[in-house]
């Protein structure tokens, strides 16, 4: 939430110690060229792009400091030769780090300040023609913008969580896809 003025010097650093680590395990790390160097949200490309089995969806962030960044990641995903499925467009708004996939046919897709009905509805509609099945819908609280602030998956089927800020009716969806559910207490 910068709460204070970032270091560029130590956030390119620690970026790159973490691009390190992604290269010696044998992943490919790509990069977006042309942001502005006076957006340091930039560097989140979760919220930028949401992959799917068949290509990406270009994101459209809800903060107005952030528009405009979608144009270069579709740019990046262009000369990577990343099909284009869908641009989140008119008033709706979604950020990928909205979404989190569980399996091939389903994924969590939270709503809030971050992700409108109108960008979800174009996300959903899109992931359905792909043979997503089990879309499960969670509200994200006040205070959080994003569902990894509130949920990892650490294995196919287990999900760590923050209990007092995820709904039950999420939880049992989950557990009726054979999920074990871990609670993270803190």
Same mark, same amino acid.
């Given at each position: 939430r910068f709460k204070a003025m970032i270091d560029p010097d130590k956030a390119r650093a620690e970026h790159d110690a973490l691009a390190d680590?992604?290269?010696?395990?044998?992943?490919? $790390?790509?990069? $977006?060229?042309?942001?502005?160097?006076?957006?340091?949200?930039?560097?989140?490309?979760?919220?930028? $792009?949401?992959?799917?089995?068949?290509?990406?969806?270009?994101?459209?962030?809800?903060?107005?400091?952030?528009?405009?960044?979608?144009?270069?990641?579709?740019?990046?995903?262009?000369?990577?030769g990343v099909p284009i499925v869908l641009t989140v467009h008119g008033d709706g708004v979604f950020e990928g780090a909205c979404a989190m996939w569980i399996d091939r046919e389903s994924i969590i897709i939270g709503s809030g300040c971050r992700a409108n009905e109108a960008g979800i509805e174009q996300v959903e509609w899109t992931l359905r023609n792909m043979g997503v099945r089990n879309i499960i819908r969670m509200q994200i609280p006040f205070g959080h913008a994003h569902l990894d602030g509130l949920m990892n998956i650490p294995d196919k089927r287990t999900i760590m969580l923050f209990p007092w800020q995820v709904s039950y009716d999420m939880c049992k969806q989950l557990m009726d896809l054979g999920f074990t559910i871990l609670e993270n207490p803190f």
């Open positions: 680590i992604y290269k010696k395990h044998g992943i490919t $790390v790509n990069y $977006v060229e042309g942001y502005r160097q006076d957006r340091p949200n930039a560097m989140f490309m979760r919220d930028q $792009v949401l992959m799917t089995p068949e290509g990406a969806i270009v994101c459209r962030p809800a903060m107005e400091a952030r528009r405009g960044e979608e144009r270069y990641a579709a740019e990046a995903l262009a000369r990577l």
